[in-house]
């Protein structure tokens, strides 16, 4: 009862002026907030692409350290790949010669069908990180589309060199 007394008083005492006062800084505040969360998704716009770019980069580099000979490290081309896993099978399991002898057929006929498999995962990678940029540019300032076009471009010239490499070395 005396909160309903207090507000009859209140009314009395507020004038339409005031209302509308009050409207504009609410219409204010609610513009700030806005501007608030349309900052905060920029910021986290940003990590994510930053996370993305570096797991790009990631990716980049151990495909890169994948092709280089090494400690540890077999250097294999186009038919190596499947000798490469004959002989980790030999050694982590100690196969005789006549396992191997068995083991080789199943891993040459497994080659075509995992060389298709990778080569369909890498076209279905692609499409879907194109998309997603695709999605993301537009939600970009013009700087940072700037940044973005020229971090997908070194990440191609990184990707067109390890291809050089591969050709050079007749992998």
């Given at each position: 009862m005396a909160k309903l007394r207090a507000h009859k008083i209140l009314d009395n005492f507020v004038t339409p002026q005031f209302r509308s006062l009050s409207s504009v800084l609410n219409k204010r505040a609610l513009v700030a907030l806005a501007q608030q969360r349309k900052y905060e998704m920029n910021t986290k716009l940003t990590v994510l692409m930053g996370a993305l770019v570096l797991s790009?980069?990631?990716l980049a580099i151990v495909n890169a350290q994948e092709g280089e000979s090494g400690p540890g490290r077999h250097?294999?081309?186009e038919h190596g790949k499947h000798h490469m896993m004959l002989e980790r099978l030999s050694d982590d399991l100690n196969?005789?010669?006549?396992q191997k002898a068995k083991v080789?057929?199943?891993v040459d006929q497994a080659r075509?069908?995992?060389r298709a498999i990778?080569?369909?995962a890498m076209q279905k990678t692609k499409a879907l990180m194109?998309?997603?940029m695709a999605q993301i540019r537009p939600l970009l300032t013009p700087e940072q589309q700037q940044?973005?076009?020229?971090?997908k471009k070194a990440h191609e010239d990184m990707r067109n060199a390890r291809r050089e490499m591969r050709d050079a070395r007749g992998q």
């Open positions: 790009l980069v990631t250097r294999h081309g196969l005789t010669a006549d080789q057929p199943i075509p069908q995992i990778h080569e369909d194109d998309n997603t940044k973005l076009d020229g971090m």
